[in-house]
C-alpha cells in the first residue's frame, strides 16, 4: 500500500505561486509514475502534470511553461511548483502515486487564485 499526503496549497493573488507538495508512505519502491491532476467545480478532473522515476515528464498545454514538476525518489516525493497563476487554476490538486499494477490517490489540497 501507497498513502500519498499533499500539502502547499493556499489562497494566492493571479499572477503568484505556490509549491504543492506530496510526500508518499508505505511501499514506495513501487511507484513508478508520480503525478498532479486537478477538480474544478463543474468539471471533471485533468492531468496536470506527470514524471517517472527516470524523471521524464508530460504536462498539461493548460501549464506549459508556468508549471514544473520535480520528484524526489529517496523520499517518495514529489513536488508542483506554480507560477504565474490564474483565476482558472482555482481547483482541488490531488497527488497519485503510480506502481506498475495500481494508483493511489491523495485526499487534494485547495489551491484558490483570485483575480
Do not use: H
Not at 4 to 15: K, N
Not at 35 to 53: D, F, N
Not at 59 to 69: E, L, Q
Amino acid at each position: 500500500q501507497v498513502q500519498p499526503v499533499e500539502s502547499g496549497g493556499g489562497l494566492v493573488q493571479a499572477g503568484g505561486s505556490l509549491r504543492l507538495s506530496c510526500a508518499a508512505s508505505g511501499s514506495i519502491v513501487r511507484i513508478s509514475v508520480m503525478g498532479w491532476y486537478r477538480l474544478a467545480p463543474g468539471k471533471q478532473r485533468e492531468l496536470v502534470a506527470t514524471i517517472t522515476s527516470g524523471g521524464s515528464t508530460n504536462y498539461a498545454d493548460f501549464v506549459k511553461g508556468r508549471f514544473t514538476i520535480s520528484r524526489d525518489n529517496i523520499r517518495g516525493t514529489v513536488y508542483l511548483q506554480m507560477n504565474s497563476l490564474k483565476p482558472e487554476d482555482t481547483a482541488v490538486y490531488y497527488c497519485k502515486a503510480s506502481s506498475t499494477r495500481s494508483g493511489y490517490w491523495g485526499q487534494g489540497t485547495q489551491v484558490t487564485v483570485s483575480s
